[in-house]
């Protein structure tokens, strides 16, 4: 093995920028060239995945997009509508309430959802001895299916004094809480079980991140005298940059499609607190059990979906910003 | 660098994926017409199976020329909707009366008046019953194979602990409104429960009202309905739950249940009564082990003008997109398989039988889809096998007759059921909640549902 003679970063400066160096006039492409370069046989070798991704990846999306401007059962001929699927769920009362519901979650899940993988994370990567342990304790949320996830919170949220929280409430004298009975502590209650579901994975993820902080950093700290939070604000938090707002644009897109736990815990109630955006999409699609209204899913669908895209390409446009500067 | 291998590789993979996705073909015919029907609920006792294979074999000799193909069915709204938008539901199979009004609306059933008339009892069916599958020109979509009546349902071991006697279950409103209240003191569970959400709550207030006299919708007889949702009794059907709630505190702490749940809570003796279809009987048993004595069964109690007891039930169907021959063949099935146990004695008694050595219920009480005279001869055929508690259901077998059988609202039915699951939550988890304005704001969009094209 060689090593290389010049620093790394000017070799993927040079690497980069293939135009520097000494100039060749560049022959013109022709169908002949680009077949002897091997052009042929990479189309060749990426067709089958073009395929694949088209047939199940992008045709539902185009089939989507189409079905949104069409009023359709599925089973007698779609009718081409226009933009009255869009008209009609933009009218709808129950939207409103839905994009509302699906802002507090994805606010609430950001606010206790986001910090504290982080923070479990940090205070896991300090710890010497049992990391393996602390690691699999933490990932194992994630790997119960989430039915069973749920029924089991049902357990702990049962509003009778007998139930597992407020039993542990009634500990401490608190009285009983309604938990999902209410419609002001229902959508807090979902937060805490998507949180507890969803938490080990990002901890694994920021664990790893973790793992590429350079200890020389810590050291060169340590020698100005910087305390652990000095250590963790100054150091982990930078380092980690890249990957928390990777996160955090995850987690925004993934918050924003929530439905399993409005849907398995409260069908949207008590009276529509819990309605979500998909979950109002499902029901769209599903809920006159007759798939009456798949255009209007559909044209939901594809709204959220703009929307969601918008978010990300504003988020990236600020981050890069951000980074750059 | 181009390489035969390569390219040679890669064409072989292409191939390979197409030859995949190309696997598809049409399966052999024997000759007979295939029949697909769907009879079995996913998880099926065997015996089911086995009593399946002796009517197949009985139907297929009558029939040489269809092969009749059992396969598991279960209706279930939204994967119902999926099977019928992939085209991978059965020739035959059933769906309850509240879909066939919009299904038939749609062109998602097929016309089988001439196949009805043909068997011979178009005009013994139940009118209020058989009007749930006739369109507006009176053609027929279906058959209706079985029915019930709403009922009260009971926990006799609840009533004994709280010193109520279980042989005599509450006959009016207020009568529930007091057992409810003393079963929650003295037992601390639920005296009285309701189902609340996937459109159940909106069914069982619907339920509620017409036993107070009221009416959710009007059939305008033209193809369009009118909303009358705030109307009288449905005031009284959620004054009436708000008063347990807030006043008794006779309700126990879950107001989100719906048909599963309900059951399952009743079943695990935490609800003293609730509201529901009469038939409900044989899934409590079969499916969430409800204990047979302590199960009891009244009349839903009728009050105000006018009352009824709202039914329910479903009807066997054939697909719209079989084949004529395919229509007929399963127009005989279900005249062979749904209707014969109840026309014909023979039948009925194998039917009864069959149950009976599986263990399941047989005997629940139900409305009669055919008339009252072919239904109490039906009874009497199977007698010796009846094993469900009737004795614990005199309540409701001795009165049922006297009450009014009412239609469901057929409307955009379970649209508008899923409107009122909100308004059933809100007045169970709202000490506020303004019965008046739910409703008003309730009635405008249900009319915006059944307005929209």
């Known amino acids: 093995m060689t090593t290389t003679q010049e620093p790394p970063a000017l070799a993927i400066q040079a690497a980069s920028e293939p135009s520097a160096g000494p100039q060749r006039p560049r022959r013109k492409r022709t169908p002949a060239t680009w077949v002897r370069g091997g052009g042929l046989s990479t189309l060749l070798f990426l067709l089958p995945m073009l395929f694949v991704f088209g047939i199940f990846s992008w045709s539902p999306i185009v089939q989507s997009l189409v079905m949104s401007l069409q009023k359709t059962n599925l089973l007698t001929p779609a009718t081409f509508v226009g933009l009255d699927n869009f008209a009609n769920v933009l009218a709808d009362p129950l939207l409103g309430r839905a994009v509302v519901n699906t802002l507090y979650f994805a606010g609430l899940a950001l606010v206790f959802g986001f910090p504290l993988p982080i923070l479990l994370a940090v205070l896991m990567s300090e710890v010497k001895r049992g990391k393996g342990l602390y690691s699999a304790l933490a990932y194992l949320p994630v790997v119960i299916p989430p039915v069973v996830a749920v029924l089991l919170w049902r357990f702990f949220f049962d509003a009778s004094p007998n139930g597992v929280f407020n039993s542990i409430l009634g500990w401490v004298g608190i009285p009983p809480q309604s938990w999902l009975q209410s ?124 929307v969601l895209g918008i978010l990300s390409f504003l988020y990236f446009t600020v981050t890069n910003r951000w980074s750059q500067s | 660098m181009k390489s035969p291998g390569k390219v040679a590789l890669a064409g ?70 999926v099977q019928l938008a992939g085209g991978s539901l059965p020739d035959v199979f059933t769906v309850p009366f509240t879909e066939a009004k919009t299904l038939l609306e ?38 209706p194979r079985q029915a019930y009546a709403m009922g009260l349902h009971y926990n006799r071991e609840l009533f004994t602990a709280a010193g109520l006697d279980p042989d005599k279950p509450p006959t009016t409103w207020d009568e529930v409104r007091a057992a409810a209240k003393t079963i929650s003191e003295k037992t601390g569970k639920a005296g009285f429960a309701t189902m609340t959400f996937n459109n159940t709550g909106g069914w069982q207030l619907t339920a509620q009202t017409v036993a107070r006299g009221g009416r959710t919708q009007v059939d305008n007889g033209d193809g369009t309905y009118t909303e009358t949702i705030d109307n009288e009794g449905t005031k009284a059907a959620l004054q009436f739950l708000h008063e347990l709630r807030w006043e008794d505190n006779s309700m126990g702490s879950n107001f989100l249940l719906d048909w599963g749940t309900i059951n399952q809570e009743f079943a ?38 006018d009352p009824g007891t709202l039914g329910g039930g479903d009807i066997a169907v054939v697909s719209p997109t079989a084949t004529e021959e395919e229509k007929e063949a399963g127009a005989k099935w279900i005249d062979y398989y749904y209707m014969q146990r109840l026309l014909d004695e023979k039948a009925a008694k194998f039917d009864a039988k069959t149950l009976a050595d599986s263990d399941q219920a047989v005997g629940t009480p139900v409305l009669p889809v055919l008339d009252p005279e072919t239904e109490e001869q039906r009874v009497g055929w199977i007698e010796k096998y009846i094993n469900v508690p009737r004795d614990q259901m005199t309540s409701f077998i001795d009165n049922i007759g006297t009450q009014l059988p009412v239609g469901e609202p057929k409307g955009k039915t379970q649209e508008i059921y899923a409107l009122l699951d909100a308004v059933v939550q809100a007045v169970l988890t709202d000490e506020d909640a303004d019965i008046d304005a739910l409703l008003e704001q309730a009635n405008k969009d249900a009319q915006a549902i059944l307005d929209a094209k």
């Open chain 2, 106 to 143: 749609n062109g998602q059933l097929a016309d089988v008046t001439k196949q009805v008339e043909d068997l011979g009892y178009a005009d013994k069916f139940n009118p209020v019953i058989l009007e749930g599958v006739q369109d507006n020109d009176g053609k027929i979509y279906g058959f």
């Open chain 2, 268 to 305: 695990a003796g935490n609800v003293g009564m609730y509201t529901g279809g009469s038939d409900v009987y044989t899934a409590l048993v079969r499916d969430f082990s409800t204990e047979p004595d302590i199960y009891g069964l009244a009349v839903i109690p009728n009050e105000g003008d």
């Open chain 2, 12 to 81: 072989f993979s292409a191939l390979a994926i197409a030859a995949t996705l190309a696997g598809c073909s049409a399966g052999g015919g024997s000759g007979k017409l295939e029949l697909r029907v769907g009879t079995f609920p996913a998880g099926a006792d065997p015996a089911a199976y086995e009593a399946f294979e002796k009517q197949e074999a009985d139907f297929e000799k009558a029939n040489p020329t269809i092969d009749v193909i059992g396969e598991e069915y279960e209706w279930k709204g939204p994967t119902f909707a």
């Open chain 1, 183 to 306: 419609a002001e502590t229902a959508m807090p209650s979902l937060v805490l079980e998507a949180t507890w579901a969803a938490a080990g994975g990002s901890i694994i993820i920021y664990l790893a991140a973790l793992l590429s902080v350079p200890p020389e950093l810590y050291d060169a700290a340590e020698v100005d005298g910087a305390t652990v939070w000095h250590k963790i604000w100054h150091v982990t938090l930078p380092q980690l940059r890249g990957v928390l707002f990777i996160m955090l644009i995850l987690q925004v897109i993934g918050t924003a499609q929530v439905f399993l736990e409005p849907y398995l815990f409260t069908g949207g109630g008590p009276n529509n607190s819990t309605i979500t955006v998909l979950l109002l999409i499902y029901k769209y699609a599903f809920q006159n059990s007759l798939g009456g209204n798949y255009g209007e899913a559909t044209a939901l669908s594809v709204m959220l979906a703009v």
